[in-house]
């Protein structure tokens, strides 16, 4: 069971690894990006923020979307944590089951716009978050679970 889909682009760090999966009840995160498998400096530290007793689990985006599409994730209370709104919208447009995204923090770039404390999107990405949105998916912006649910179309 898919518990959440969350857009961070520090992917797993303390914020996700505590307050999210203890807010969520989940067993096991699924860190979904296609360098962190590649990548041994970034997977190193990614190990080192996963919280005890949490399954971890580290997939390119293609293999993350054959893992849900087969099942092999069911049993699992699932967290996934994605880089981009573009990796979300990868996911969410190839798997349909999941309805709820979470915008946690994408950082500041060239040409985007700042729509909350720590969410700046590229207008190209601002059309991800409207189609996903047009699919039935329910885009909302959130640091931490006790923040108030922004939801992000009503801030585009």
């Known amino acids: 069971m898919i518990k959440l889909l969350r857009v961070d682009h ?3 760090h303390g ?3 505590f307050s999210w999966t203890n807010n969520l009840g ?4 699924l860190i979904a990006n296609d360098d962190v498998p590649v990548n041994a400096l970034r ?6 923020a996963k919280p005890q007793g949490i399954k971890l689990v580290i997939k390119n985006i293609d293999d993350s979307i054959a893992a849900l599409k087969s099942g092999a994730t069911d049993k699992y209370k699932l967290f996934i944590v994605v880089e981009s709104v573009a990796d979300a919208e990868r996911i969410v447009s190839a798997y349909p089951e999941i309805k709820q995204v979470n915008l946690g923090g994408i950082k500041a770039k060239e040409g985007a716009r700042n729509i909350s404390k720590a969410v700046n999107l590229l207008p190209e990405e601002e059309e991800l978050v409207k189609k996903m949105a047009a699919q039935g998916v329910e885009v909302e912006i959130r640091q931490v679970p006790s923040d108030k649910k922004v939801i992000a179309q009503n801030v585009l």
């Open 10 to 12: 520090r992917l797993l």
């Open 15 to 17: 914020q996700v690894a």
């Open 43 to 48: 997977k190193t530290t990614i190990k080192l």
């Open 26 to 29: 989940v067993d096991s995160i």
